[in-house]
């Protein structure tokens, strides 16, 4: 009883702070509340006694959240409308609520964030309004830190209205992926070579590691040789907004590649096999 209540007191502290997280990812009021609140469920359902920074523990959790309810919203093609947010807005008196939003969250930022993939708004929100470092970004998007930090370049670049790379743009991510593949599925080496990074690093979650792979590969010649001769069953995909390859099995999409492209080379791939995983992200298949 004394452990609850000292959790439901920790939790309180640290609400102003997780509607604060959870406002900038979704730009809903109410969804965020919606967020805080399972969160709060999902803190009386685990054990944490092993749990060292609950703070950090409750943003992982409202992020993961977060995330799957921008997911669900890609899938329905929802997004709240500049005039949603401010109606959010007008006649609010809450005043945490107002405190929130006078703290650089504006209706122009949300315009702007509406605008990214729900990867590279988790990214970009966390790690530039939350200063979370990349290697604890990366588990909760199911990416490796170096993708993540990709991503979180491509959506500041977004939300800054700066000039984006070549990269950024789909048309030339899909170049770039569909040459790895057709080298791949060749078997052409020196093909793989001339798309991958020198300093390429290959990521595998765990259930892509019990099918038969390799947690980490690291280097263009490795993973070159890894994947060659391979990908027959691969299919080009959005993945979350970005290209990336989608395994398809006997109809059943079971392996997600992700591709972190630069300077018109491949410098990361998270493969996710995870079917909780796969189930969230947001694939559309494209034609070869």
């Not at 399972?38 to 995330?67: F, I, M, P, Y």
């Not at 702007?112 to 909760?140: G, N, Q, T």
């Not at 057709?182 to 390429?200: I, T």
Request: charged fraction near 30%; charge should be negative.
């Amino acid at each position: 009883m004394h452990e609850r209540k000292w959790l439901a007191e920790q939790f309180e502290d640290n609400r102003t702070h997780l509607r604060a997280v959870a406002y900038r990812m979704l730009g809903s009021r109410a969804e965020a509340d919606d967020a805080v609140q399972e969160a709060w469920l999902r803190l009386g359902r685990s054990d944490t006694s092993a749990v060292e920074n609950l703070t950090g523990w409750l943003t992982t959790v409202v992020a993961r959240v977060c995330l799957d309810m921008l997911r669900s919203r890609k899938t329905r093609r929802e997004e709240p409308t500049v005039e949603d947010a401010a109606e959010t807005v007008a006649g609010d008196d809450d005043p945490e609520h107002e405190a929130l939003l006078a703290d650089s969250v504006g209706l122009a930022l949300l315009v702007v964030l509406k605008k990214l993939a729900p990867a590279e708004r988790v990214a970009f929100v966390l790690h530039d309004m939350f200063d979370l470092p990349f290697e604890e970004i990366a588990p909760i998007i199911s990416r490796s830190p170096v993708a993540t930090r990709q991503l979180a370049s491509r959506a500041r670049r977004r939300v800054q209205g700066g000039p984006l790379n070549r990269d950024d743009d789909v048309s030339r991510q899909r170049e770039v992926a569909a040459a790895f593949l057709a080298a791949s599925r060749d078997g052409n080496f020196d093909g793989l070579l001339a798309v991958l990074d020198p300093e390429v690093v290959f990521c595998a979650d765990r259930a892509a590691v019990q099918m038969g792979g390799t947690a980490e590969i690291r280097g263009g010649v490795a993973v070159a040789q890894t994947f060659k001769g391979r990908a027959r069953a691969a299919r080009l995909a959005l993945v979350d907004g970005a290209v990336g390859l989608a395994v398809v099995l006997q109809g059943r999409l079971r392996i997600l590649l992700g591709l972190t492209i630069a300077d018109g080379r491949i410098t990361a791939i998270d493969a996710i096999a995870d079917p909780e995983h796969v189930a969230q992200l947001d694939v559309q298949i494209l034609s070869d």
